[in-house]
């Protein structure tokens, strides 16, 4: 559970609050022992002596988490103290996947008389280091969260275009395996809706504060729940929109599904107000609907999704395959190394649940599902205690954006749900989830060390006794 | 704020739980079937990795497996590949298994419960797993031979040759056949492409003729309306039956005539001895009237006709005598048309059947399963299935069989043994007139001692344009040249 925010009365210690760097650097060597463990067990299991490759990995992301860690202590050093150790670990084991699914690729080309693909794990290294740089930048430029929601509407407008960019791009530069989601010059491509997700949480929470007594007038009651006035509902059917629009131009499901439920977390969070969540609820019904009726993909999806050995061949393929590799890893998994997880398509990105999930079984997804959730925790966590409402609805937005990812990612793989094509944050291969995730977490940092650094002119004379203390009126915490 | 941030928090925490209880069900409750499913490849990638055991007979090593450097670390390899294809089946990547690479795929690849004890030092001394070898029953003599004698004059067909004591298999061959080294190649390509031919071979290569498909056994089928008749103490070989050169179908107007349309030999009336010897069709029609049906299905349910769940250890096709819903489809049935079907090795098990004193044995591949250091593990014990007929009737039916051979031409008999026989011709296919027959040709030697029971059987008289195609002139020599093999009279 979530412990209680600590807005009332200051702790009596006088001591100095502990950062928590401590706890960081101590758990952050942990996830450093595991990975590199990993890493050695994979280059074992496949028989093969240890790399250089296995030497420069494993340094780079010490180095790399050093830095990470330096930058917190000098720009955060009241930063909840359990995030960047998750994130750690978790970019950690992606490295460790990728680099495995390569070593598969490679002896799969090499058995096939084909030339040696290139080793995305170096590329990912080279993703995970300028994702490490945006994380410094962040944190060293937004020295106070309060001061992004000045640039809201420029966020807002930036967000709007990088979003709806590659939908209107030419398909030569934006479409990769029928989603029109890439911007891609001269070979190294980017998704920029990943940035975008980010600049319009920002845009909504500075919006939502500023309109929040707007959203929260009473229309009339029905059913017990105060509804919204009919014209307050714009902002909604804006973000509906927005979504339709990128499940329209760009083919993008997951995109849409995750655009839509943040806005509607934000509003709820904002307002207050259940019925918020009831129509953005049946205003999504609808959306589904509609698109079940208007499009071939949309249709295939849930059909597969009923279904993915009906058509095995073709449509069910990939789904089929993750099952089957998730089957087989089953309880304990077939250890690192050990098992076959190339033989599902996209291993490394949309179907990195199913490659983990057969090396590392059920233990391994379940280890790693508590790791995002302790992480998303953390970040709810820094939203319930920090003062400010921006600072909340930022907060919640941010930590609910991974949340509801991977939820549609696992989910998706898992046949819990129609499968929609997302990365899981960290884990994935792909630059631009990368280090768009980066920034996120600098700002879920920057966010939590607002609300666990101490008050700028606290009382530091000791409080008299409890016996002693007269009756005190206070303010009822919001 | 607070209050709907907890709720998100709470919201978050259900779809964490969500997602591990949809985990649990794939990775625990559905994940058998997903770990076994055929299109599952893994599985078989994982064996691929692992000594698998080898297939052996009489000492010739058939199938085995020799460590390569390339991704997949043993390619499986079979000498005399196409000989014995339809008996060791393949073994591929891409493609599952057949044979008794499939029906003893735990044995082979060392999962199998008897060579637990193995398995478990190979745990503790760190050795490489590795998989038990399979001792078949087959005489590779009689295999060569059979193999030979079909592809030499380009038939499609299959001989099987039994033990009559045992019930072991000494020679199971089906032509045309398949190299299985191909589709256990390491090499994608040629897999496939080897795959693709063998799929679209006409005629086919891939199903095992002697176990998987069933064919209208002609006169052969005679053997079991005699074993029917002389058991019902009814009749002796000297009864007499018509000879007339066709009769009219009880309540039909249809003919049934002989073979070309002659009359079972001089006389008014046919010894059974004769009408047997001479095949005549309209003998057996007044026969099987007269015995009804229920005696000539539960004879040929005594020699396992309709047993459903056979296995040698391949799944046997079942052979079936067919609904037979009035006297004239009986009469059909008698002489072997209509919906009778018999595999190959179900006429050779019906002949064995008559060579062991009418006792039926379960037929067997498999006469040793040894551990992964050669040392035996199980042999197989004689199984008796049943007795079909008596001893007595077993001894009359052999004197009958001994005639015919000694009135059928054709060449290949051996100096010095008496075979004991029956020949068969059997219509088929929509339009008979203009598709040559099925030819049998069952038979045991030696008569007085028998050693080996075979069963010929070639597809289309051997050529589809060669309507005249008999048992006798097209799978006799066959037969006999297999039957000299079996009792390595030239050896």
């Keep these: ?478 | 704020m607070n209050t709907p941030v907890r709720r998100v928090a709470i919201a978050v925490m259900v779809m964490v739980l969500l997602l591990m209880g949809n985990l649990t069900y794939v990775q625990v409750v559905q994940a058998g079937d997903y770990r076994s499913d055929p299109r599952n490849q893994r599985v078989l990638l994982a064996e691929y990795s692992r000594k698998r055991g080898q297939i052996s007979a009489e000492g010739q090593i058939l199938a085995s497996s020799t460590e390569t450097d390339d991704r997949l670390r043993y390619l499986r390899q079979y000498s005399d590949g196409p000989m014995y294809a339809p008996v060791t089946g393949y073994y591929s990547i891409t493609y599952s298994s057949s044979g008794i690479e499939r029906a003893a795929d735990a044995v082979l690849n060392g999962s199998d419960d008897r060579l637990f004890a193995r398995r478990l030092s190979d745990l503790i001394t760190g050795r490489d797993p590795s998989g038990g070898n399979v001792v078949l029953t087959l005489d590779p003599e009689v295999q060569r031979t059979a193999y030979e004698q079909l592809t030499e004059r380009g038939y499609t067909g299959s001989v099987v040759a039994l033990r009559p004591q045992t019930g072991e298999i000494l020679g199971m061959v089906s032509t045309p056949s398949f190299d299985p080294n191909e589709l256990a190649s390491h090499d994608a390509e040629a897999r496939m492409s080897a795959w693709q031919q063998f799929n679209e071979a006409d005629p086919p290569v891939l199903p095992n003729r002697a176990i998987s498909e069933t064919y209208p056994p002609g006169s052969t089928f005679k053997l079991i309306d005699v074993a029917a008749a002389l058991s019902s103490g009814r009749y002796s070989p000297d009864s007499q039956l018509t000879a007339a050169p066709a009769i009219t179908l009880q309540g039909t107007n249809t003919q049934l005539q002989n073979f070309n349309g002659n009359a079972c030999g001089t006389g008014e009336t046919a010894s059974l001895r004769d009408a047997l010897q001479r095949s005549c069709n309209t003998a057996f029609a007044q026969l099987s009237a007269e015995l009804g049906e229920q005696a000539i299905r539960s004879q040929a349910e005594q020699f396992g006709i309709g047993t459903t769940d056979l296995q040698v250890p391949m799944p046997v096709a079942t052979s079936t005598i067919g609904d037979i819903p009035d006297t004239a489809s009986l009469q059909q049935s008698s002489i072997g048309q209509r919906d009778v079907a018999l595999t190959p090795l179900q006429n050779a098990m019906v002949v064995a059947a008559i060579a062991n004193g009418g006792v039926v044995m379960q037929p067997h591949l498999i006469s040793q399963i040894q551990s992964q250091d050669l040392n035996p593990v199980e042999t197989t014990e004689p199984d008796r299935i049943g007795q079909a007929i008596d001893s007595s009737v077993a001894r009359t039916l052999t004197e009958m069989m001994v005639n015919n051979e000694n009135n059928y031409s054709g060449s290949g008999k051996i100096t010095g043994v008496q075979i004991a026989a029956k020949t068969g011709t059997a219509e088929h296919g929509v339009n008979p007139q203009a598709v040559a027959p099925h030819v049998w040709y069952v038979a045991f030697a030696p008569a007085e001692n028998p050693q080996v029971a075979v069963a010929v059987l070639v597809e289309s008289g051997g050529d589809r344009t060669n309507l005249a195609a008999t048992g006798g002139t097209v799978a006799a020599p066959i037969g006999r040249a297999v039957i000299r093999a079996a009792l390595g009279t030239d050896r």
């Design chain 1, 1 to 478: 559970m979530i412990p209680e925010p600590r807005t009332g009365s200051p702790p009596p210690s006088p001591a100095p609050l502990p950062t928590g760097r401590g706890i960081e650097l101590v758990l952050l060597a942990f996830a450093a022992v595991l990975v590199t463990g990993a890493l050695a067990l994979v280059e074992a299991n496949q028989e093969q002596e240890l790399t250089q490759t296995l030497l420069w990995v494993g340094l780079a992301y010490l180095a790399l988490f050093a830095i990470a860690h330096i930058a917190v202590r000098r720009f955060a050093p009241f930063a909840d103290p359990l995030v960047l150790p998750c994130v750690a670990l978790l970019n950690g084991l992606g490295l460790v996947m990728i680099r495995r699914l390569d070593l598969a690729r490679v002896e799969r080309a090499l058995a096939a008389g084909r030339d040696a693909p290139v080793e995305l794990v170096s590329r990912q290294v080279a993703w995970t280091a300028i994702g490490v740089a945006l994380f410094v930048a962040v944190m060293w430029v937004v020295r106070d969260h309060r001061t992004i929601s000045r640039y809201a509407y420029t966020a807002g407008f930036g967000g709007l275009v990088l979003l709806a960019l590659p939908g209107l791009l030419p398909s030569s530069i934006s479409e990769v395996n029928g989603a029109k989601l890439w911007i891609r010059i001269g070979g190294v491509g980017i998704q920029p809706g990943e940035f975008a997700k980010i600049l319009l949480i920002v845009f909504f929470a500075a919006f939502l504060v500023q309109k929040r007594d707007l959203f929260s007038t009473a229309g009339r009651r029905f059913l017990g729940m105060e509804l919204p006035r009919a014209r307050d509902l714009a902002p909604l059917v804006v973000a509906w929109g927005l979504s339709v629009g990128v499940l329209v131009l760009e083919r993008d499901l997951g995109t849409s599904l995750l655009f839509f439920g943040i806005v509607l977390v934000l509003l709820y969070v904002a307002t207050e107000r259940v019925s918020w969540l009831l129509i953005g609820l049946s205003f999504f019904l609808g959306g589904c609907l509609i698109a079940y009726q208007l499009f071939g993909h949309v249709r295939v999806r849930v059909q597969v999704w009923l279904d993915p050995f009906a058509d095995f061949d073709n449509t069910g393929f990939q789904i089929a395959q993750a099952l089957f590799g998730l089957g087989t890893g089953g309880v304990g998994g077939t250890g690192l190394g050990a098992g076959r997880p190339d033989l599902v398509p996209y291993a490394e990105s949309d179907f990195m649940l199913s490659s983990l999930g057969e090396e590392l079984g059920l233990i391994g997804l379940a280890a790693i599902l508590i790791v995002y959730l302790v992480l998303i925790t953390r970040g709810l966590r820094s939203a319930l205690a920090v003062r400010d409402s921006f600072g909340k609805l930022l907060a919640t937005g941010l930590a609910f954006t991974l949340a509801l990812q991977i939820f549609i990612v696992i989910g998706g793989a898992s046949k819990l749900i129609p499968l929609t094509g997302l990365t899981l944050p960290f884990l994935s291969y792909g630059g631009s989830s990368l280090v768009a995730n980066y920034a996120l977490v600098a700002m879920l940092l920057r966010i939590s060390n607002a609300a666990r650094a101490p008050l700028p002119r606290r009382p530091s004379t000791p409080l008299p006794p409890i016996a002693e203390a007269g009756t005190e009126l206070v303010e009822r915490p919001s």
